[in-house]
């Protein structure tokens, strides 16, 4: 139990376009979210905490018009990378929580974006 | 501001040696976690820790918690070249993972 997923898990794209990553929790419903980013040989790094039916939260210096994150539903939470460039590149991990009222965070396998 | 630290950065180790890495991390939190990272995966969660004393323990790895001291330790019995990876501790603070630096374990054989 307790699993996440990510898609894609990998993604290269062209400057100036958007990226969209979806991240689900399968046997479970996540009340919460929350998207992290890693830079190589870095720690990780949270962006921003969703939870389901409300506006994310962001973290300090995160830009929320650049990376517009939705949580619609217990199950799914998406990040978009909108406009990106090639410093978007990076590490993108996603975790969930609130399985069996449970504080802890589940992490989905992570995607790799690229922009050139 | 919260903030965790782990030391050393980079351990290179022979098979078969012992090795602690620490995590010291700067205001007061209800929860701990170690989790390992292989390159170019996520995390993978070695162990939870919840109060001050807390000791866990699964194969040559074990972690422990000194709430008091804001110290958590994780510690490597007869290393051997599968736990190489890099090794994460994690502080909860307001439902919020604060990340450690990161140790980048090598065991040599």
């Known amino acids: 139990g307790a699993v996440v997923s990510q898609h894609p898990s990998r993604v290269i794209c062209k400057s100036g376009t958007s990226v969209k990553i979806e991240c689900r929790s399968l046997d479970f419903q996540a009340t919460t979210m929350f998207w992290y980013r890693q830079f190589p040989k870095k720690s990780l790094m949270l962006m921003a905490t969703?939870?389901?039916?409300?506006?994310?939260?962001?973290e300090q210096g995160v830009e929320k018009d650049k990376f517009l994150i939705n949580h619609a539903s217990l199950t799914l939470s998406t990040l978009t990378v909108t406009s990106a460039h090639p410093e978007d590149s990076s590490f993108y991990i996603c975790?969930?929580?609130?399985?069996?009222?449970?504080?802890?965070?589940?992490f989905g396998p992570g995607t790799r974006l690229t922009v050139t | 501001e919260l903030k965790v630290e782990q030391n050393p950065l980079f351990l290179s180790m022979q098979e078969g040696k012992n090795y602690t890495i620490y995590c010291n991390y700067s205001t007061t939190s209800d929860r701990l976690y170690w989790y390992r990272q292989d390159p170019g995966k996520s995390l993978e969660s070695l162990f939870v820790l919840l109060s001050n004393g807390a000791v866990k323990q699964e194969g040559r790895l074990m972690a422990s918690l000194d709430t008091k001291a804001r110290l958590s330790t994780l510690h490597i019995t007869a290393a051997v070249h599968d736990l190489s990876a890099t090794y994460f501790c994690?502080?909860?603070?307001?439902?919020?993972?604060?990340f450690g630096t990161g140790t980048l374990l090598a065991v040599q054989p």
């Open positions: 975790s969930a929580s609130g399985r069996g009222n449970s504080y802890e965070q589940y």
């Open positions: 969703s939870n389901e039916g409300s506006k994310a939260t962001y």
């Open positions: 994690a502080v909860d603070k307001g439902n919020k993972l604060i």
